[in-house]
Nanobody, 118 residues
Framework: QVQLVESGGGLVQPGGSLRLSCAGS????????MAWYRHAPGKERELVAH???????NYADSVKGRFTISRENAKNTVYLQMNSLKPGDTAVYYC????????????WGQGTQVTVSS
C-alpha cells in the first residue's frame, strides 16, 4: 500500500529551474529517509539527493550548489528544487522511500521526465 506520486517535471531551457514534488502514503512519512534518483538512457541510475528524517542532506557532486532537497512532513511531501539546469541533467527522475527499519523494500515513484534543452 506504499505509494509515491510525483509531479513537476517538464521541458526547460538551460539555466532554468524546476521544482519536483513527491507525495507519499501508506507509511509513516516523517520517520523515513527519502531520496531522488535519476536515470538517463545508456547510463546507470544515479543518486541525486538524499534527506533523512532529521533533515540531514547529501547530494551528488554534479548537482551540489544547484539542487536542494527538502521535506514538508505535514504534507507527506519531499521536494527537489533544481536551479541552473544543464543539458546533462536531462533524465527520468524517481522519488524513493528508503528501506530500513520501517520498510522492508525500497519504494519508487512512477518517474517524471526532465528535459533541459534550448
Amino acid at each position: 500500500q506504499v505509494q509515491l506520486v510525483e509531479s513537476g517535471g517538464g521541458l526547460v531551457q538551460p539555466g532554468g529551474s524546476l521544482r519536483l514534488s513527491c507525495a507519499g502514503s501508506g507509511f509513516i512519512f516523517r520517520i523515513n529517509s527519502m531520496a531522488w534518483y535519476r536515470h538517463a538512457p545508456g547510463k546507470e541510475r544515479e543518486l541525486v539527493a538524499h534527506i533523512t528524517s532529521g533533515r540531514s542532506t547529501n547530494y551528488a557532486d554534479s548537482v551540489k550548489g544547484r539542487f536542494t532537497i527538502s521535506r514538508e512532513n505535514a504534507k507527506n511531501t519531499v521536494y527537489l528544487q533544481m536551479n541552473s539546469l544543464k543539458p546533462g541533467d536531462t533524465a527520468v527522475y524517481y522519488c524513493n522511500a528508503a528501506a530500513g527499519y520501517q520498510l522492508n523494500d525500497d519504494y519508487w515513484g512512477q518517474g517524471t521526465q526532465v528535459t533541459v534543452s534550448s
